[in-house]
C-alpha cells in the first residue's frame, strides 16, 4: 500500500528554520537522528496514524536564490550546529527539495525583508491578485508534480510589520473588489500565501506574528473551501518560559510588580527585527501573553536587540519582581539560551503532522486544539502552557476513542 504524501511548502524556505526543519525530516527519515524535541513522539502520541518523517515533500517559496545544502552549511559555520556527515548523508534529499523551491512573488514584501535577497525581482507582480494567483499556480503545480494527498503551507518567514486590516478586509466581496488595485500593498506578503492556501482549500499555519490568514475575509474564503489552519507565531523560547511561570505567580496569589524581558541574538530574523516597525510584531505578542494570563497589567519591558556574532544562538534575561505575603517584596530571575531555529523547527514537524492528522479527520477551519504551540493563537486567549497542553491531550485521547 503505497505511503501518503504531506506536501509542506515552507514560505521563506531557506531560512533558518525552513533548512533546519527540511534537514531534519531527511535526517530522522534516514534514521541519522532520533525524535527528541517532537512533542508527536511522545507516549501519548505514538499511536496517532501521523505522517512519518519521509512522508513529507518539501517545496516553497524564497527571495533568496541558494539551496538547502548551502543554507545548511552556512548555519553550521555560524552557529556550530547541524552535525556535517547528516548533510552529507542528506545531499540528495536536500537538492530534490531545493529543487522544488520557487521564487517568491515580491508584493508585500516590507522594506527590510525585501533587502535580504532579490531572486524573482524581475517577475514583480504590480497587484495582490496577481501575486495570489502565481502563488496558487505553484501550489497546484507541486500538488500535481509530486502527487500531494495534502499540502501544508507553513509560513517560517521573517516577521512582518504590524499590518492594520480595514474596510476591504472585513468580507471576501469587499476584499475580492480591492485585489486589482495599485499603490500601497493591499495585503502583506503572508496574507497572500494564506489566500492561496485557502482558495486551494489547503491548510495554512503561520508559525510568525505577521497577519497571515487572521483577518474576516480570509476566514470567510478557509470556511468556503473547508480548509483548515492555526497561528500564529510559534512559541519556543522566553515566550514558552512565560507562559510556564506566570500561572504559577497567579496560582500562588503573588502579585507580579513588573516583568521585564531582554533578547540577543543574531541570523537574519535579528537583521530584520533590528527594524523597528518589523519588532513591533513579535514585541506585541511576547509583551501580551502575562496580562492575559495575569488579569492585570504589570509593568513590562520587552528589548529584542541583534548581535551579529551569536549567530542563531539566543539569550533571555528576565527579572520578575513580585509581592508576596504582607508586602515582602521578592525577585525571580531566569536566563534562556537556546538555538532559535533548532527550538523552532521540530514546532513546524509537530503542527504539520497534527494538521495531517486533523485533515484525515475530515476537519476544517480553525485547529484551536493546537494553541500550545503559539504566543498568540488565534481565536484562543487562553495563553496558560499547561491549560493549553490539556487540551491537545483532550483531543488526542478523543482521536483514539473515536478509532476505538
Not at 552557529?79 to 529543487?99: F, I, N, Y
Not at 492528522?357 to 504551540?373: V, W
Request: charge should be neutral; glycine fraction near 10%.
Amino acid at each position: 500500500m503505497a505511503r501518503r504524501r504531506v506536501g509542506l511548502w515552507l514560505v521563506g524556505a531557506f531560512g533558518g528554520v525552513g533548512t533546519t526543519i527540511t534537514v531534519g525530516l531527511a535526517a530522522m527519515a534516514k534514521g541519522l537522528s532520533d525524535q527528541t524535541g517532537l512533542t508527536t513522539d511522545l507516549p501519548a502520541f505514538r499511536d496517532l496514524p501521523l505522517p512519518a518523517p519521509g512522508d513529507f515533500v518539501v517545496g516553497g517559496h524564497e527571495i533568496r536564490e541558494t539551496s538547502f545544502a548551502a543554507s545548511a552549511e552556512e548555519f553550521r559555520e555560524a552557529s556550530g550546529v547541524l552535525d556535517a556527515e547528516w548533510l552529507r548523508a542528506c545531499r540528495d534529499e536536500l537538492a530534490a527539495a531545493t529543487a522544488r523551491v520557487r521564487p517568491a512573488p515580491r508584493y508585500g514584501l516590507s522594506p527590510t525583508v525585501a533587502k535580504l535577497g532579490d531572486w524573482g525581482a524581475d517577475q514583480t507582480t504590480a497587484t495582490a491578485r496577481a501575486a495570489v494567483d502565481r502563488i496558487a499556480a505553484d501550489l497546484d503545480a507541486f500538488v500535481k508534480a509530486e502527487k500531494v494527498d495534502h499540502l501544508i503551507v507553513l509560513n517560517v518567514s521573517s516577521t512582518e510589520p504590524p499590518f492594520e486590516i480595514d474596510a476591504r478586509h472585513e468580507s471576501l466581496a469587499a476584499l475580492e473588489k480591492a485585489l486589482d488595485q495599485t499603490g500601497d500593498a493591499v495585503l502583506p506578503s503572508s496574507a497572500l500565501y494564506a489566500m492561496a492556501a485557502f482558495r486551494g482549500g489547503h491548510t495554512y499555519l503561520n508559525f510568525t506574528p505577521s497577519l497571515g490568514g487572521s483577518f474576516p475575509a480570509a476566514h470567510e474564503l478557509a470556511a468556503k473551501t473547508g480548509a483548515l489552519y492555526a497561528g500564529k507565531d510559534g512559541k519556543t523560547g522566553e515566550t514558552l518560559m512565560k507562559t510556564v511561570l506566570a500561572p504559577m505567580f497567579a496560582a500562588r496569589n503573588f502579585q507580579v510588580m513588573s516583568w521585564v524581558g531582554h533578547n540577543i541574538f543574531g541570523n537574519r530574523d535579528g537583521i530584520v527585527l533590528d527594524d523597528p516597525a518589523n519588532k513591533a510584531s513579535k514585541v506585541k505578542t511576547k509583551d501580551k501573553v502575562i496580562t492575559e494570563i495575569l488579569g492585570y497589567k504589570p509593568a513590562s519591558v520587552v528589548t529584542i536587540e541583534y548581535v551579529p556574532g551569536m549567530g542563531d544562538w539566543k539569550t533571555a534575561w528576565d527579572h520578575i519582581h513580585f509581592k508576596g505575603f504582607l508586602g515582602t517584596k521578592m525577585a525571580l530571575q531566569f536566563t534562556w539560551q537556546g538555538c532559535d531555529s533548532l527550538l523552532a523547527a521540530p514546532l513546524g514537524v509537530d503542527l504539520a503532522r497534527l494538521a495531517d492528522l486533523e485533515k484525515r479527520r475530515g476537519g476544517k477551519g480553525l485547529m484551536l486544539h493546537l494553541s500550545c504551540f503559539f504566543k498568540g493563537p488565534e481565536g484562543d486567549p487562553e495563553n496558560n502552557f499547561a491549560k493549553q497542553f490539556a487540551r491537545l491531550e483532550a483531543y488526542v485521547a478523543k482521536v483514539k476513542t473515536e478509532a476505538r
